[in-house]
């Protein structure tokens, strides 16, 4: 088996690398389009801009590789079936499920190595190469986060009008409650600086709620340094301001965390989360699913006719997988089970399918 895993890797790789730089090279094709109109403005040159395409290459690939490996493996074990090397291999003993294993485990390899790329290279890449286009472009380069934002924090609502890199903030109210409907106080001061864990705000305006049941007291004082613990930290604050797609998978656990917390509507981030912890099953249901109709072929010349086939049912799922999604965000079902039902259905398809063909 060892050599017959060698074998197939070696194949699956050929083909799925052949894939990606096809599907990739599309994308950045048509990235380029886009990049064109602004090629002669400030300093922006041909060079500059295929540099800035070759950044945004990996995120590209990240973004593809389900469907990069999912095509590898039907297009390579089809290259095997059409050289009738699957029927000497069942002539040895080697059953369907055998290389079915001998393909997951090679699919795997190759989806973890892409999942490392995505979610450590590709967020930096992205990052550098929208300032390296906007620098070009002689753009004012600013951060992520730097307009203003609202946030709430266990007991506090924060409200921010300008974020300087993540470390200093102007203009920043800062409201504490008592309970869920009542003050305790509010404070305000144009400037404050952020180390990550501690709000220290400068020259603060304070006013302090007294109530009770006949009358409100307000004390109003000024104190030369205030200083307020929060939940969040900086990474959760550049995250503010880029969609879920666009965030690692730990920032987006760390933000739905956050979210959950404070009692915040967390639906687009809890989607894409869970979907993103769902990829591998759904690469395995869809690998699964698509190799009894490249074994289907083996006597049949209709290989091209039935891989398609496999292709387009596997596709049709990973859409309906994404649609599932975007439904239980507009009508607020359970995520989790939006985004596992419908994998683990397929998945449980796919095995019995599989085993069906393997005792042919």
Known sequence: MKILDRYIAKTLFKYSLSVMVILVGIFAFFKFLEEVDDIGRASYTLIDALVYIGLTLPSIAYLLFSLIILLGVILSLG????????????????????????????????????????????????????????????QKVVSVNQEGFWIKDKQNIIHVGRNVDGSQFKDITLIKLKSARELHSISHSQKADFDGKTISMHQSKQYLINQDDKFTNID???????????????????????????????????????????????????????????????????????????????????????????????????????????????????????????????LVFAIILLKRKSIQ
């Open 79 to 138: 290259y095997l079936a059409s050289n009738s090397e699957l029927v000497i291999m069942h002539s040895m003993g080697i059953s369907v499920i055998d290389i079915t294993k001998s393909s997951l485990k090679i699919s795997l390899v190759f989806a973890l190595i892409m999942i490392i790329i995505g979610e450590f290279a590709a967020p930096v890449a992205l990052d550098y190469a929208k300032k390296y286009r906007a620098e070009a472009l002689g």
């Open 220 to 346: 109003k004082r000024t104190l030369p340094q205030l200083f307020s613990k929060v939940a969040f930290d900086r990474q959760l604050l550049q995250s503010l301001k880029r969609e879920p797609k666009e965030l690692s998978t730990w920032q987006l656990f760390k933000q739905v965390d956050y979210l959950s917390v404070n009692g915040l509507a967390l639906g687009k981030y809890e989607v894409e989360f869970y979907s993103r912890l769902m990829k591998p099953i759904t690469l395995i249901a869809m690998i699964i699913l698509s190799i009894p109709f490249v074994f289907e072929s083996l006597r049949d010349a209709s290989l091209g006719k039935k891989i398609f086939l496999g292709v387009v049912i596997s596709l049709f799922f990973e859409l309906f997988s994404r649609i599932g999604g975007a439904l239980s965000l507009r009508l607020d079902y359970n995520h989790f089970l939006i985004a596992s039902i419908p994998t683990l259905v397929v």
